[in-house]
């Protein structure tokens, strides 16, 4: 199996009612571990990569290389989407050109001109050599210095204007965050996001910091246009703590405990279970078949 675009499963996803999981990677044993997931449950699976990462992993040809190296060595039949997160138009252009089969070009920092502009450009380029896109309109808050900001809902008119570039789908700012969410959390803009989903019809949307949002709100969501759900905290949390506690329990003093493949294997096995939690609260187990 070969990687492909984002735009047929999540064409799916929004035809059938259900979304689809989008997963950062951060290391190895995150692809090992989503991978595994989406094999055993059949379910579409979609692998982010932010900027940082790329940098970390050896650039966008590196991670796309692994990614399909490590699908042809486990043997993955279910659709893998290869997918740049939140990138700038350069980053989104140099994973077109390096293997990546779906961009995301995160143009909400611009003016709506100006993100426009490049968007369409960032389109033309993907769609070129079968490449799905994503954009996005009003952006996702998080924590800076240590002050919480809601994250700014998109205009839905904006939004109406973005998805007219033929966009694959979009994400819009419905006052989701990046990271935990604080206990004075507002929640999810529902109504904004009918109006989105009023204004875009059969573009599938995208819910951005998908980690820590309630499950109801989660499925709400989904009912209201949400095709594809991004997480990444909740998995880097669960591989933290695993690590802990095998580090609290003395494993590592064991024979061969010291091993990084010894060490690693909790953390992969606690990102395996939360994503495979994921998919399932999203509805896409068996999606695939």
């Given at each position: 199996?070969k990687?492909?675009?984002?735009?047929?499963?999540?064409?799916?996803?929004?035809?059938?009612?259900?979304?689809?999981?989008?997963?950062?990677?951060n290391?190895?044993?995150?692809?090992?571990?989503?991978?595994?997931?989406?094999?055993?449950?059949?379910?579409?699976?979609?692998?982010?990569?932010?900027?940082?990462t790329?940098?970390?992993?050896?650039?966008?040809?590196?991670?796309?290389?692994?990614?399909?190296?490590?699908?042809?060595f486990?043997?993955?039949t279910?659709?893998?989407?290869?997918?740049?997160?939140?990138?700038?138009y350069?980053?989104?252009?140099?994973?077109?050109?390096?293997?990546?089969?779906?961009?995301?070009?995160?143009?909400?920092?611009?003016?709506?001109?100006?993100?426009?502009?490049?968007?369409?450009?960032?389109?033309?380029?993907?769609?070129?050599?079968?490449?799905?896109?994503e954009?996005?309109?009003?952006?996702?808050?998080?924590?800076?210095?240590?002050?919480?900001?809601?994250?700014?809902?998109?205009?839905?008119?904006?939004?109406?204007r973005?998805?007219s570039?033929?966009?694959?789908?979009?994400?819009?700012?419905?006052?989701?965050?990046?990271?935990?969410?604080?206990?004075?959390?507002?929640?999810?803009?529902?109504?904004?996001?009918?109006?989105?989903?009023?204004?875009?019809?059969?573009?599938?949307?995208v819910?951005?910091?998908?980690?820590?949002?309630?499950?109801d709100?989660?499925?709400?969501?989904?009912?209201?246009?949400v095709?594809?759900?991004?997480?990444?905290?909740?998995?880097?949390?669960?591989?933290?703590?695993?690590?802990?506690?095998?580090?609290a329990?003395?494993?590592?003093?064991?024979?061969?405990?010291?091993?990084?493949?010894?060490?690693?294997?909790?953390?992969?096995e606690?990102?395996?279970?939360?994503?495979?939690?994921?998919?399932?609260?999203?509805?896409?187990?068996?999606?695939?078949?």
């Amino acid at each position: 199996m070969k990687l492909v675009s984002a735009k047929e499963m999540l064409t799916k996803a929004k035809e059938g009612h259900y979304a689809v999981g989008h997963f950062n990677l951060n290391n190895m044993e995150s692809i090992r571990a989503f991978l595994l997931a989406a094999q055993e449950t059949r379910s579409p699976i979609i692998l982010g990569v932010s900027g940082g990462t790329a940098k970390y992993m050896g650039g966008y040809r590196t991670i796309a290389d692994t990614v399909q190296g490590f699908m042809d060595f486990l043997q993955i039949t279910v659709p893998v989407a290869l997918h740049v997160d939140h990138g700038t138009y350069e980053e989104a252009l140099d994973a077109i050109e390096n293997g990546f089969s779906s961009v995301m070009f995160d143009g909400s920092k611009y003016s709506i001109s100006e993100n426009i502009e490049k968007t369409k450009e960032v389109v033309s380029r993907a769609h070129a050599k079968g490449i799905s896109v994503e954009a996005e309109v009003g952006a996702i808050g998080g924590e800076e210095d240590g002050v919480i900001a809601m994250g700014e809902c998109a205009d839905p008119a904006e939004c109406e204007r973005i998805a007219s570039l033929g966009i694959d789908f979009l994400a819009a700012g419905i006052g989701n965050i990046h990271g935990k969410y604080p206990a004075n959390w507002k929640g999810l803009n529902f109504d904004v996001l009918a109006r989105i989903q009023e204004k875009t019809g059969a573009l599938p949307l995208v819910l951005h910091g998908g980690s820590g949002i309630p499950a109801d709100m989660v499925r709400k969501a989904i009912t209201l246009g949400v095709s594809k759900v991004n997480v990444n905290t909740e998995c880097q949390i669960a591989f933290t703590e695993a690590t802990k506690q095998y580090f609290a329990e003395g494993k590592d003093q064991l024979s061969k405990g010291f091993t990084p493949r010894a060490m690693l294997a909790p953390g992969l096995e606690a990102t395996k279970r939360v994503c495979i939690e994921k998919m399932e609260l999203f509805g896409s187990l068996g999606k695939a078949d």
